[in-house]
């Protein structure tokens, strides 16, 4: 028999586990006492949030807590190489699905520098328009950087959110997340530059030394302080709170992190090999109908555990009907329902077919930027699971019709503003003949 003590006393809900036996979970009870199988003799681990991991053993055992956090200790530099303690030279695997992740980049990537940085003249220019909002994006989109930092921490592999912030990460503070931001939300457990030195994770039956546990590593709610965000007033970020919504049995980790191996999982985040499976899941076929010929389509959300798209408000997937004669011209159709702005396809006239976005409007003239004041919230997404259908009638003339769908970063006006160009991810795109008798395929 085996007790576990803290400073504060006996320590309940302790776990006793062991690497080759992962099904065998011990507990320990409120005295903090659990009872060891007679196999195997040695290699049991307690696990108490916020503390190292420690050897089960007889007697009693006094796991020691995580230090408080030291804000002068610098960050460990996870290239391979670079010190004893660089995250790369062991865990070679992690560190290269994260070198090509976009936490990595989390400060650099060409639209955060574009609002962020000053200078510029219209209307999408955050870093001019508002430059004490920048401490605020600093807070999520590079952690690392101090509290009281507006410049963004240079361009190294400190620079966005790396190894050592988010395994050095011990608990969530008192704030709600959304309205408390990135670092400010976290505790830390930065030891001091000549103490014991930490990592903090998943595993409660790691044998190795100076690694502590915490289930938050587990939770959606280690990903929220980051993923949700009110910014300069406005829902800028709700990915958390779509998660909660949506009351699924996946956490953000199970879709997001899968398995990539025994005791390891993916830390890429993001396209790729790594996807998710789910996504937009689109149907569509051309019918014959009394009035006419007539294009049906169905959109649909599928395994994905918050709206689609979510993300940065800026994000959206446009998708839109060409109808096109013999020999491939577009035909224009009338006006009706179901047609989409200029604004928003960035094509020269409003076409047939679909927007999956979170904007705010003022006027006819499409998304204002979401600091600006005024303007109405819209939000026109999929929520997990659901279906929308949608059909067209035909004009004359029409030969075949294309269907092309787009994932988009940013609106139209913004790319202009800043005179950028962006690659779509073209989600779907096919033609399809329209036949005699206007039976479709
Ligand atoms: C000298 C090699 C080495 C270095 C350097 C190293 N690790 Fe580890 N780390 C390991 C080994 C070995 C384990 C044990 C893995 C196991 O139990 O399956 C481990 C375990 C971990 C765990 C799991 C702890 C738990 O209880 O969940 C995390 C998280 C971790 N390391 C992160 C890091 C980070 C972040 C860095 C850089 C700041 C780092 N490691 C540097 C070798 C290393
Ligand atoms: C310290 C803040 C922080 C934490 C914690 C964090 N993220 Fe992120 N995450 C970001 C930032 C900032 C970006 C945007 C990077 C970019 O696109 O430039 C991002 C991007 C992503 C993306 C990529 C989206 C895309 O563009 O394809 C995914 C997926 C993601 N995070 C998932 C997660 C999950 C899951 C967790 C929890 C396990 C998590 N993140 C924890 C800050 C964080
Ligand atoms: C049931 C699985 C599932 C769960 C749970 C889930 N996601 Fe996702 N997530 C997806 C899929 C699938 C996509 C890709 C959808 C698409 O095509 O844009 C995605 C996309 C994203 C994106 C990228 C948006 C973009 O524009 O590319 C972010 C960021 C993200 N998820 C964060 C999170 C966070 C944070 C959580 C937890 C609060 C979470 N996800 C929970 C399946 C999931
Ligand atoms: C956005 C925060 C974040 C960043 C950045 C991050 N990790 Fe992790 N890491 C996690 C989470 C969350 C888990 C738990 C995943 C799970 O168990 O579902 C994890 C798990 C681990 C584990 C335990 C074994 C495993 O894979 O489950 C190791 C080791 C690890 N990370 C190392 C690293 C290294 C090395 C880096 C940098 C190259 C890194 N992590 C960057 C959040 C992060
Ligand atoms: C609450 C944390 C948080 C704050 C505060 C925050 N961001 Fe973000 N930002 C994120 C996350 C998480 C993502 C990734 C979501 C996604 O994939 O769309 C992101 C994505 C972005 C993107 C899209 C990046 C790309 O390459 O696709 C831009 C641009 C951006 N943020 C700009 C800003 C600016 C400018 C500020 C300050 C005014 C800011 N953010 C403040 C968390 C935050």
Redesign the pocket.
């Known amino acids: 028999m085996g007790r576990v003590l803290t400073a504060h006393g006996p320590a309940a809900d302790a776990l006793i586990t062991h690497q080759e036996f992962p099904g065998r979970v011990i507990t320990t009870n409120a005295s903090g006492e659990y009872q060891l199988p007679a196999t195997p003799k040695s290699g049991w681990m307690v696990a108490l949030e916020k503390h190292y991991l420690t050897h089960a053993r007889p007697g009693t055992v006094r796991p020691d807590p995580v230090p408080p956090d030291h804000p002068e200790t610098p960050w460990i530099d ?1 290239t391979p190489g670079t010190s004893p303690r660089a ?2 030279s062991c ?1 070679q695997q ?2 290269l ?3 090509g992740s976009p ?1 990595h980049l989390s400060s650099q990537s060409v639209l955060f520098s574009a609002l962020f940085s000053p200078g510029g003249q219209t209307a999408w220019h955050l870093g001019e328009n508002y430059p004490e909002a920048t401490a605020s994006c600093v807070s999520c989109h590079a952690p690392g950087g101090s509290a009281l930092e507006t410049d963004l921490p240079g361009e190294g592999p400190l620079s966005g ?3 050592d ?3 050095k990460i011990s608990g969530l503070g008192s704030g709600a997340p959304g309205l408390t931001h990135g670092r400010d939300l976290f505790n830390l457990a930065r030891p001091a530059a000549d103490g014991r030195p930490v990592v903090i ?3 409660p039956d790691s044998t190795r030394q100076n690694v502590a546990y915490s289930r938050l ?2 939770q959606s709610r ?2 929220a302080p980051c993923h949700e965000g009110t910014v300069l007033g406005t829902k800028v970020y709700t990915t958390f709170s779509e998660w909660t919504a949506w009351n699924g049995p996946q956490n953000c ?2 879709c997001h ?1 899968p398995n ?1 191996g025994p ?3 993916h ?1 890429a ?1 993001g396209p790729g090999l790594s996807a998710p499976p789910g996504g937009l899941h689109v149907t569509w076929s051309l019918q014959p109908s009394p009035a006419g010929p007539k294009v049906r389509l169905a959109i649909g959300s599928q395994q994905v555990g918050h709206a689609l798209p979510t993300g940065h408000i800026d994000r959206h997937i446009v998708g839109w009907l060409e109808f096109l004669d013999p020999d491939g011209k577009p035909i224009l159709a009338p006006l009706g329902p179901g047609f989409i702005p200029s604004w928003a396809t960035g094509l020269p006239n409003p076409a047939p077919g679909f927007l999956l976005a979170r904007w705010r409007q003022n006027g006819p003239e499409g998304p204002v930027p979401f600091w600006s004041p005024g303007g109405e919230y819209k939000d026109s997404r999929l929520l997990p699971g659901q279906t929308r259908e949608m059909e067209w009638q035909l004009p004359p003339g029409v030969a075949s019709v294309r269907l092309r769908v787009e994932h988009r970063k940013a609106w139209p006006a913004m790319l202009r503003a800043h005179q950028l160009s962006l690659t779509p991810t073209v989600l779907f795109d096919e033609t399809k003949p329209l036949f005699s008798g206007a039976s479709g395929r």
């Open positions: 996870p995250c790369g865990h992690a560190y699905q994260w070198r936490h959110v790396h190894c912030f988010c395994h994770g998943p595993l590593f587990k280690f990903c980790q199970d992190m990539d005791r390891r999982h830390h985040m």
